[in-house]
């Protein structure tokens, strides 16, 4: 009998320093669970909370009229402490790869002020054409100028 292979290293939090940018999370009641912590789904809302609104406030994104929309093709969150309502939390984004009509990125979220992700993970957009939805060729020029800045 051989042993198992090696498992990939176990994720661990990471530091403040490996994101771009970081914006404010309200937690709200409904967020917690039985449990008394934030329900693991609510983590995915501020993916895409921290993710949509970054590329909003830089005018990479018009999501009601842009001709360009990105769709989640892939997501993964590793948890490492729990967080609870009232706590104020902070969402840290960076952009790990751009693509010619996708982009992965990578979200750290904290509790305020903390050094250490509690939580981290990823999203994939793949951007395509609003009427179509089909990928585009090629990212928009103002979307790429943004998503490189978040590199």
Request: charged share 15%; net charge positive; with cysteine.
């Amino acid at each position: 009998m051989t042993a198992a292979a090696p498992s990939a290293a176990r994720p661990q939090p990471r530091p403040r320093a490996d994101f771009a940018v970081f914006r404010p999370i309200t937690t709200r009641w409904m967020d917690n669970d039985v449990y008394g912590h934030v329900n693991n789904v609510v983590y995915y809302s501020w993916f895409d909370t921290a993710v949509n609104a970054t590329l909003i406030e830089r005018g990479a994104l018009d999501p009601l009229h842009g001709e360009v929309i990105g769709l989640v093709v892939q997501t993964q969150c590793h948890y490492f402490e729990p967080l609870a309502f009232p706590q104020a939390v902070e969402a840290g984004v960076r952009v790990a790869h751009v693509g010619r009509s996708s982009v992965r990125y990578e979200v750290g979220i904290f509790a305020a002020g903390a050094a250490r992700s509690a939580a981290h993970g990823h999203f994939v957009h793949v951007y395509v054409d609003r009427a179509s939805r089909r990928p585009v060729v090629a990212l928009p020029p103002a979307l790429r100028l943004v998503l490189e800045s978040l590199q």
